[in-house]
């Protein structure tokens, strides 16, 4: 394990420097490795030409000194960047990808990200950053997706019937679709995510009733063109009773594999941060809805290459509506 050189040894190196005995043997006699030697000449002579015990500590110490004090997300523009982002829901991964795109090369880690938010930092204790992320935990845990209620739904489709495009993602139009639960489960909101681009609709429902459902469905769908509407993919909830009566094909999950709908179930969590479990939604109106969904839609993801749901869906609506 590397030690760094000491007063006493720095002493030694200026007389054996001056007395002309070699970088070689000065590390052999102090057990070092050479280039450290060489390096410590280099570093800390004075005017790059004489080295001098006090001076070399001095500047050692100064280093020391400046390095406590230096930024702990890089610089203050890195940081800046950071913190705003997160406070527009962004993830470490998606701020750190999206810099990385935009410079050509590494800014950041995503990990550094993290490890300043749940570090002791001050200023990372002060603004209580865990909370920008979307789960809100102050420490870092795996989370089990949300089971779903197997119930008996007529003409259900089972999900292992699904096109081939669909579950390898390969053609635009296939979504995931579920319902987010409110205050005393009387009302809800119906999302639903296409799964090529990761974008995201939602309709605030009244009553989670499967009328409700079909009107969500109706909204969500019915300024899209025939490309984009292949299929959606829900649970078992009694609310998709009346699939029948939805605009596109619908399958169903099987029960309590809420997996086989994550890219529903990670939005749906997104979604969570803004609008806690125990949110009376009859408290908020469809325009608020909207504006909560394209700040989302207009996240950068890893797996779009860092571009955004809204850009890639609006890239695959044009090629549709060109057909």
């Known amino acids: 394990m590397y030690k760094h050189i000491t007063d ?8 054996w420097h001056a007395a002309g005995i070699s970088n070689k043997d000065i590390a052999k006699r102090l057990k070092r490795d050479k280039t450290s030697i060489g390096r410590e000449l280099t570093r800390n002579s004075f005017k790059g030409k004489h080295y001098i015990a ?6 050692v110490q100064e280093k020391q000194q400046f390095a406590k004090k230096r930024h702990p997300l890089k610089n203050s523009t ?16 998606e701020i750190a990808g999206r810099l990385k795109r935009n410079h050509g090369k590494t800014v950041i880690c995503h990990e550094t990200i993290y490890q300043f938010i749940y570090s002791n930092h001050p200023k990372a204790h002060e603004l209580k950053l865990w909370e920008y992320l979307p789960r809100k935990q102050k420490k870092r845990r795996k989370q089990n997706g949300r089971s779903v209620h197997k119930i008996r739904i007529p003409d259900r489709v089972s999900i292992h019937t699904r096109p081939e495009e669909a579950e390898n993602r390969t053609q635009f139009g296939h979504w995931e679709g579920d319902s987010v639960i409110g205050k005393g489960r009387k009302t809800g909101i119906h999302t639903e995510v296409e799964r090529m681009t990761r974008y995201l609709k939602a309709y605030i429902l009244s009553s989670l009733t499967a009328d409700e459902t079909v009107t969500a469905q109706e909204q969500i769908f019915a300024d899209l063109p025939d490309h984009a509407r292949q299929s959606t993919t829900v649970d078992n909830g009694l609310e998709f009773v009346k699939h029948n009566q939805f605009t596109l094909p619908v399958y169903f999950a099987d029960p309590y594999s809420s997996w086989q709908r994550g890219t529903n179930e990670y939005h749906n969590g997104l979604l969570r941060r803004y609008l806690p479990k125990k949110t009376d939604f009859s408290t908020i109106d469809q325009e608020e809805l909207n504006d909560i969904i394209e700040e989302l839609n207009n996240r950068p993801r890893k797996c779009l290459g860092y571009n955004t749901p809204k850009e890639e869906f609006e890239k695959h609506i044009k090629g549709c509506t060109s057909d």
């Open 54 to 59: 006090i001076y070399a500590q001095k500047k």
């Open 8 to 15: 006493h040894e720095r002493d030694l190196i200026a007389t």
């Open 78 to 93: 890195v940081y800046s960047y950071v913190i705003d982002r997160l406070g527009e829901g962004w993830s470490p991964e």
